[in-house]
């Protein structure tokens, strides 16, 4: 499932552009450096996106629509169900409209950027490496949870699942969690760089 809407041109916010993450330069620099992208001409990427119904997940969506995606782009929305999962018309309906309603609001506030939705079943991991791998993404943006306060004894399957992204995905990979509690901004989380507070 695809979206595509034509013409129509974004009106900016002053400044909108320079906010684009300092820490995604810094990352991106890194990538570089490391052999990554090849450096040249500017053209256009894939920002892949790993969604579900959480608000998280969406936090990290819009943040990877205004600070990466830039005009031109294509977003992939990924949306990954587990391998046991069995099929229902309820299921296939609640997913439906979870990747409607993310891919619409993405097409409203982004014309410019093409979005397209992926809904495919099986182990998570396994799923966006690979899909990173064979879509040949540029970047790849998942939520990023809130340490318990447990998480020097343990760590949850999400976290290491964003762990495990970030080390082995053959794109620049980066963890957004937006701040909550009255502090403004997001935690952004790289190879090189964790938590990094961006005010945007």
């Known amino acids: 499932m695809s979206w595509e809407r034509r013409g129509g041109e974004r009106t ?18 890194s990538e570089r450096r490391e052999g990554g ?3 040249g001409a500017v053209m256009r990427k894939r920002v892949m996106v790993v969604i579900d119904r ?7 969506m ?34 439906s409209q979870l990747v ?22 099986g182990p998570k991991l ?10 040949d993404a540029s970047v ?3 939520k990023q949870s809130k340490p318990s306060s447990l998480c ?12 495990q992204c970030i080390s082995r995905a053959e794109c620049l990979t980066m963890a957004v969690r937006k701040q909550s509690g009255g502090v403004g901004g997001y935690l952004v989380s790289t190879r090189w760089q964790k938590n990094f507070w961006l005010l945007a």
Not at 12 to 29: D, I, N, P, V
Not at 54 to 60: D, E, V, Y
Not at 72 to 93: F, I, K, N, Q, Y
């Open 37 to 39: 992208k090849k450096e």
């Open 152 to 163: 020097c004894m343990f760590q949850s399957s999400h976290e290491d699942l964003v762990e």
């Open 54 to 60: 959480t608000a998280r997940a969406k936090h990290a």
């Open 126 to 135: 396994a799923t966006v490496l690979g899909q990173v791998k064979k879509l």
């Open 12 to 29: 900016k916010k002053k400044g909108r552009e320079e906010q684009a993450s300092a820490c995604y330069a810094h990352a991106c620099a």
């Open 140 to 142: 790849l943006v998942l």
């Open 62 to 95: 819009m943040w990877a629509l205004t600070h990466v995606a830039n005009k031109g782009d294509v977003m992939t929305l990924l949306h990954v169900l587990p391998p046991h999962c069995s099929a229902s018309a309820h299921r296939e309906e609640e997913t």
């Open 100 to 121: 409607n309603s993310l891919g619409s609001m993405c097409k409203a506030m982004r014309p410019q950027v093409r979005v397209e939705a992926l809904v495919i079943q």
